[in-house]
């Protein structure tokens, strides 16, 4: 296991309470440059996750202090299409999911994004036509799906339906990567070598 990562997507919509969207979309789509390489996401990426029935949560910009759903209680669904990952959330009734609500409907927010861990073997790396280093992302442990404002994927979406109109969380993440032998260190979440 390897560092926490989290990439953003695409456009979000919201009704009574339900936001949509996809937060990663398949190859070809590529992210922006990551650091001296773009990245993208294959159709199988996240089917072990999808499988396993682990709990996976929906935050706000990766913050686990701000949870707007979770796959244990059916507030967040999952789900794989030709597109990419598709998610809905129940919005919970709370202060920052009204906040959220008002941010899409308004389109500050209308992106997303997910955080996850490389499984062995779960990438590929290459050189594109034009040079630039490309990875694939081929088998990662999805720990969470966020609605953010700045994605790594420009498209990715999120909307509330029929509505009108990369930091680092604290709690319920600590605690998971505590669980798991995790630690933070400079500014990602590292596995704790002992």
Do not use: C
Not at 102 to 107: F, K, Q, S
Not at 135 to 159: F, G, K, M, N
Not at 180 to 191: K, L, P, S, T
């Amino acid at each position: 296991m390897g560092n926490l990562e989290r990439r953003a997507g695409g456009l979000v919509s919201s009704a009574s309470g339900v936001v949509t969207g996809y937060a990663a979309v398949f190859a070809p789509s590529l992210s922006e440059d990551l650091g001296g390489f773009r990245e993208q996401v294959d159709r199988r990426a996240f089917d072990r996750s999808l499988v396993s029935g682990k709990d996976i949560r929906a935050l706000v910009d990766h913050d686990s202090a701000k949870v707007l759903g979770r796959t244990s209680i059916n507030t967040l669904r999952l789900s794989v299409d030709d597109h990419g990952l598709k998610v809905e959330i129940d919005l919970p009734n709370t202060t920052y999911a009204a906040d959220v609500r008002a941010l899409l409907e308004r389109g500050d927010v209308s992106q997303m994004s997910f955080g996850f861990l490389l499984n062995p073997n779960g990438d590929r790396w290459e050189r594109s036509a034009d040079g630039s280093r490309l990875r694939t992302l081929l088998d990662v442990d999805l720990i969470e799906v966020s609605l953010v404002s700045i994605p790594a994927y420009p498209d990715t979406s999120a909307a509330v339906r029929s509505l009108r109109g990369y930091e680092s969380g604290k709690q319920l993440r600590d605690l998971w990567l505590a669980k798991h032998r995790f630690r933070h260190g400079d500014g990602a979440m590292i596995v704790n070598g002992g």
